[in-house]
């Protein structure tokens, strides 16, 4: 049995939480516990070591889910979770702009340390004050419209949306193994 | 409900000082903030609150995953002492860290007794 470890995360709110419990077959493993920060003014419990949560994908494969916090102070999980991440998904609520320059912190946060594959996914797109793909993806770092992650819209409460965004995810990490393959990346 | 701080860090710092081969403390909240904190040079009160409030989470987890019950206390011996988290009241964590001299139950006692007067000042 083949076990693929897929890491979400983001900022406070973003629906790291929401979107493992979703799709997750066992009883997530969950870590929130009462906000007393700034998280509180969106909900009453926010994530503080880890959330886990596992999905069979098919018989050979099982998909390990972890949602990472989303406040800075617990960077020390983020940097445990994604070394050991197979792929990750970068979840950013579209309708709050001004966690963009954070979301694109966590991001350069992960890439110092993970080269494995990313897609970012929108939620809250059904809110208003949305911002459209194109804008997100400037602000998160990628100007270039021909160069930057898959990115998808994602509703983290609907278990058909979360599965079609971790499709996505699936879908371009064996393209990026593909291309590996073909063109072996130069040793560092 | 406002929360004497004041009184928490003396607290602390009286706890600290006066219990031998204690070389730190911390109250954080389950969501990792410092409450009021005396820890030794050179630790960050933000990383360390944190890293408490994820590390209780995740005993008390292992605890109902493994039928241990709810968990009193978690702690971790190293070659340098004891980090002992337990938790205070229902808003708070406590942790204490303590050098490799340290006899073991007489500092379970003086965290119990510690958390006594924390969960005064708490209430
Ligand atoms: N309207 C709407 N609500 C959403 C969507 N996705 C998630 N939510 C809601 O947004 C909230 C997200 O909360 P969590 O899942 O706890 O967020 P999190 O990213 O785990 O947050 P932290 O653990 O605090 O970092 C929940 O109340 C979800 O119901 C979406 O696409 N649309
Ligand atoms: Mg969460």
Redesign the pocket.
């Known amino acids: 049995m083949e076990i693929m470890r897929l890491v979400v995360t983001?900022?406070?709110?973003?629906?790291?939480?929401?979107?493992i419990r979703s799709v997750s077959e066992i009883d997530v493993v969950d870590t929130?516990r009462r906000?007393t920060d700034e998280?509180s003014l969106?909900?009453p419990?926010?994530?503080v070591a880890f959330?886990f949560g596992r999905l069979q994908f098919s018989p050979d494969m099982a998909l390990h889910l972890y949602?990472t916090?989303?406040?800075a102070r617990f960077d020390f999980m983020w940097d445990i979770l994604i070394r050991r991440a197979h792929a990750y998904m970068l979840?950013v609520a579209a309708h709050r702009p001004r966690e963009f320059h954070y979301a694109r912190r966590i991001l350069s946060f992960m890439q110092r340390r993970s080269r494995a594959p990313l897609i970012i996914g929108l939620?809250?797109?059904?809110?208003p004050g949305t911002w459209d793909e194109e804008n997100i993806l400037i602000a998160l770092g990628f100007p270039n419209p021909d160069r930057h992650p898959p990115i998808v819209s994602?509703?983290?409460?609907e278990a058909g949306s979360v599965a079609v965004a971790i499709m996505t995810l699936l879908q371009h990490y064996s393209q990026v193994q593909q291309r590996n393959v073909e063109q072996p990346a130069p040793h560092r | 409900m406002a929360i004497n701080v004041e009184k928490l860090n003396t607290l602390l710092q009286n706890f600290v000082s006066a219990t031998s081969d204690v070389e730190g403390a911390a109250l954080v909240t389950p969501d990792g903030l410092p409450l009021a904190t005396s820890l030794p040079g050179g630790m960050d009160d933000e990383r360390v609150s944190a890293m408490s409030a994820a590390m209780l989470s995740l005993g008390e987890r292992i605890g109902s995953e493994l039928a241990r019950g709810s968990i009193d206390r978690i702690y971790v011996e190293g070659t340098h002492g004891y980090g002992v988290l337990t938790s205070c009241a229902e808003d708070a964590v406590f942790l204490v860290l303590a050098n490799r001299s340290a006899k073991l139950g007489v500092l379970m006692l003086e965290i119990k007794r510690a958390i006594a007067e924390l969960k005064l000042v708490l209430m």
């Not at chain 1, 939620?123 to 809110?127: L, P, S």
């Not at chain 1, 994602?154 to 409460?157: H, R």
């Open positions: 983001g900022p406070v709110g973003a629906g790291k939480s929401t979107f929130d906000a998280a969106l909900k419990k926010t994530t959330d949602g916090p989303g406040q979840l939620t809250h797109t059904d809110q994602v509703d983290a409460t």
